[in-house]
């Protein structure tokens, strides 16, 4: 099945300053690579999604880089604000092509930290 | 905007126990999922669930746990004897098509003692 590795576990910054996030799959049948945002006690919420049809997505602040090659991809905050402070999860499932319901496989979580 | 609602919110149960958690899905959705997520750890998926029937699921779903989709409405998760580790939260998600985003409810606090 697939396994998801994700780097760092902890990430500090300052406000104002990037961070980058990133994560590892295993299995070359994923293609649809989502990003969730989980506040403290909160539902995990999807801030950005890639498909493995597009190397690169960005919306405002975020974005999102895919490396299918090496199986790779990574989320990028720019400008970052306290409120960015959260655990964000990367996931990949192969469901993008299939008619069944498959499931995401999650990351560890990253704890971001943006110090005002 | 239409969201996941999950009850209750916590649930403290006895060891031993039945449970019932339940999701209302967002009303066009058609395929369903439970995760769980012990506390501090990553976000697992249980089971998924398209056409009343089970897609797929995982090796933590077991004989002990069931869904069901009763109505057109909810989507439950049972779990027949509870063991402290399945003490979680516990979240329902839908979405649209297999292709499109999947929503997460609130989630079910789970304490089994």
């Known amino acids: 099945g697939e396994n998801v590795e994700q780097h760092p576990s902890t990430l500090s910054v300052q406000e104002g300053d990037s961070a980058v996030i990133k994560c590892t799959y295993s299995d070359s049948a994923s293609n649809y690579f989502p990003w969730y945002k989980q506040e403290l006690g909160k539902r995990p919420q999807l801030i950005i999604d890639?498909?493995?049809?597009?190397g690169e997505k960005k919306d405002q602040r975020i974005a999102v880089t895919l490396n299918k090659t090496a199986k790779h991809f990574s989320l990028h905050i720019t400008e970052t604000q306290p409120e960015d402070s959260a655990v964000y999860f990367c996931a990949a499932s192969e469901g993008f092509s299939s008619g069944s319901a498959r499931q995401l496989t999650f990351g560890s979580g990253t704890q971001l930290t943006v110090l005002p | 905007e239409p969201e996941v609602t999950q009850t209750p919110s916590h649930q403290v149960t006895q060891m031993g126990q039945e449970v019932i958690l339940r999701c209302v899905p967002i009303?066009?959705?058609?395929?369903f999922y439970w995760y769980r997520q012990i506390l501090g750890q990553k976000v697992e998926f249980l089971v998924s669930f398209y056409n009343n029937e089970i897609s797929e699921k995982s090796e933590i779903f077991d004989d002990q746990f069931s869904v069901e989709r009763p109505d057109g409405s909810n989507f439950t998760l049972k779990i027949r004897s509870t063991k402290l580790e399945d003490s979680a939260m516990y979240f329902c998600?839908?979405?649209?098509?297999?292709?499109?985003?999947?929503?997460f409810g609130q989630g079910t606090r789970l304490t089994v003692v």
């Open positions: 998600a839908s979405s649209m098509d297999s292709r499109t985003e999947a929503f």
């Open positions: 009303s066009n959705h058609l395929y």
């Open positions: 890639i498909r493995s049809n597009v």
